[in-house]
């Protein structure tokens, strides 16, 4: 058992940009992928980004609606990880959430994580972005 703590929603404008930051304690987080993922009322949670365990080669993947504007990362001590929003839109609205399992991390992988809903999840994190 191990718990997952989402920060940095907010409300931000279209074309602002959040960064949110995804924590757990333990050395064993790093043997974990961590995903990003998304839902908006009414609609199917979404894969938003994956970043592989920080004990495999460097390896991150993202959904095609959000490439070129968000970017994920792990911080220094490796129990932490960031996704950097950029170029926000309104459909971007959605509670985040992140996850950990001991996967891979691809784009194919991504979308069945979503699906499945493996691993261990935080509670999430409201983003409203305003037109």
């Known amino acids: 058992q191990m718990q997952l703590v989402e920060s940095g929603g907010g409300l931000v404008q279209a074309g602002g940009s959040l960064r949110l930051t995804c924590a757990a304690s333990?050395?064993?987080?790093?043997?974990?992928?961590i995903g990003w993922f998304r839902q908006a009322p009414g609609k199917e949670r979404e894969g938003v980004s994956c970043?592989?365990?920080?004990?495999?080669?460097?390896?991150?993947a993202y959904a095609d609606s959000v490439k070129g504007r968000f970017t994920v990362s792990r911080g220094n001590d490796k129990s932490t990880v960031y996704l950097q929003m950029n170029s926000l839109k309104p459909e971007d609205t959605a509670v985040y959430y992140c996850?950990?399992?001991?996967?891979?991390?691809?784009?194919?992988?991504?979308?069945?994580?979503?699906?499945?809903?493996?691993?261990?999840w935080g509670q999430g994190t409201q983003v409203t972005v305003s037109s």
């Open positions: 996850a950990r399992e001991r996967t891979a991390c691809g784009e194919q992988i991504l979308v069945l994580w979503a699906l499945s809903r493996l691993g261990d």
């Open positions: 333990g050395r064993t987080f790093s043997a974990y992928a």
């Open positions: 970043i592989s365990s920080s004990r495999s080669d460097a390896g991150t």
